[in-house]
């Protein structure tokens, strides 16, 4: 029983990010190095790196019926990322945003979509984007306007959806129509103060709360549905950006942080940490296999830069 934040790996990462649980291992990725790791959070040990992408990436989804594939999103767009098969762009959606701009944070719905959101590297207001990638159809514009994308997180029902606008310290609540994944009834989920932290990397555990990574904050919160703060956890690391439960029964809480900017760097700057807590959390959906052929656009280029054994 892990009563306290421990550290996970003697990894430090630059930019920690997309903690998801996935058929028994933790995935997680280095963002801006591009490089997608695991371990089976069973024990301390070093990342295993399993594949690396020559462009910032930034969260990834099993696809579904094909196990050791990834729908991630890599540079401007979003790709598949495959052992044998390399990897293949499927839509370059920010490539010609006036602002240099890349992809940041993106997760499956229960329903086999994928949202993927966007930034400006020089967080321009306004630059970003949430995308749905419906089942069978085009990349949409779900929510514009918006700075730094991060989320979103998904209730289980997948009706329920949360979203963190992080330069802006806030995060909305939607109503999402599981058959068309139309987003209505937006509402401020959460409003918080510089001194707090701003809200970055979340997940919905079993009992439909939301625990939320607080870049800056050195915490973690769980809120109820209604928005009431449940629980703290304080970190030793300033940055925490994304938290997964995971472990044989969802109830280790990973906790991914970035070392990225920080002078001095403390001991646990860009550690992975996990902590032991009461409630389940989900394991992650599977996004629905892409088609098509590769997109064409302007956006980076991706190569994998190396294989997974």
């Given at each position: 029983?892990?009563?306290e934040?421990?550290?996970?790996s003697?990894d430090?990462l630059?930019?920690?990010?997309?903690?998801?649980?996935?058929a028994?291992?933790?995935?997680l990725?280095?963002?801006l190095?591009?490089?997608?790791?695991d371990?089976?959070?069973?024990?301390p040990a070093?990342?295993?790196e399993?594949?690396?992408v020559d462009?910032p990436?930034?969260?990834?989804?099993p696809?579904?019926?094909?196990?050791?594939?990834?729908?991630a999103?890599?540079?401007?767009?979003?790709a598949v990322?495959e052992?044998a098969?390399?990897?293949?762009?499927?839509?370059?959606?920010e490539g010609?945003?006036p602002?240099?701009?890349?992809m940041?944070?993106?997760?499956?719905?229960?329903?086999?979509r994928?949202?993927a959101?966007?930034?400006?590297?020089?967080a321009?207001?306004?630059?970003?984007?949430?995308y749905?990638l419906?089942?069978d159809?085009?990349p949409e514009?779900?929510?514009?306007?918006?700075t730094i994308?991060?989320g979103?997180?998904?209730d289980?029902t997948?009706?329920?959806m949360y979203l963190?606008?992080t330069?802006?310290?806030q995060?909305d609540r939607?109503?999402v129509?599981?058959?068309?994944?139309a987003?209505s009834?937006?509402?401020?989920?959460?409003r918080l103060?510089?001194?707090?932290?701003a809200p970055?990397?979340m997940?919905?555990d079993s009992a439909?709360h939301?625990?939320?990574?607080?870049?800056g904050?050195?915490?973690v919160?769980?809120y109820?549905?209604?928005?009431r703060?449940d629980?703290?956890i304080?970190?030793a690391a300033?940055?925490p950006?994304s938290v997964?439960?995971g472990g044989?029964?969802?109830r280790?809480?990973?906790?991914?942080?970035a070392?990225?900017g920080?002078?001095?760097?403390g001991?646990?700057?860009?550690?992975?940490l996990a902590v032991d807590?009461?409630v389940a959390g989900?394991p992650a959906a599977?996004?629905?296999p892409?088609?098509g052929p590769?997109a064409?656009?302007s956006g980076?280029?991706?190569?994998?830069?190396k294989?997974?054994?």
């Open positions: 029983m892990l009563s934040p421990t550290p996970w003697s430090r630059e930019l920690g990010e997309g903690a998801r649980w996935v028994g291992r933790l995935v990725v280095d963002l190095a591009g490089r997608l790791l371990t089976t959070g069973d024990a070093p990342l295993r399993v594949c690396k462009a990436l930034g969260a990834v989804a696809i579904a019926g094909r196990p050791g594939s990834w729908l999103v890599v540079g401007t767009g979003v990322l052992g098969g390399g990897s293949r762009l499927v839509a370059d959606l010609k945003n602002a240099r701009a890349r940041n944070d993106a997760v499956a719905d229960p329903h086999g994928f949202w959101g966007s930034m400006a590297y020089d321009t207001p306004g630059a970003g984007t949430l749905r419906p089942v159809d085009p514009a779900a929510v514009t306007g918006l994308t991060n979103p997180a998904f289980a997948g009706t329920v963190a606008d330069p802006l310290g995060v939607f109503t129509d599981p058959a068309t994944g987003l009834a937006r509402k401020p989920f959460l103060s510089p001194g707090e932290g970055d990397g997940t919905v439909g939301l625990w939320v990574a607080l870049w904050g050195h915490a919160r769980r109820r549905p209604d928005g703060l629980r703290e304080r970190l300033a940055q950006t997964c439960l044989p029964d969802l280790r809480l990973f906790v991914t942080t070392a990225l920080l002078a001095p760097r001991p646990v700057d860009g550690a992975l807590v009461e989900l599977s996004a629905a892409p088609s590769p064409r656009g980076s280029v991706i190569r994998l830069a294989q997974p054994p």
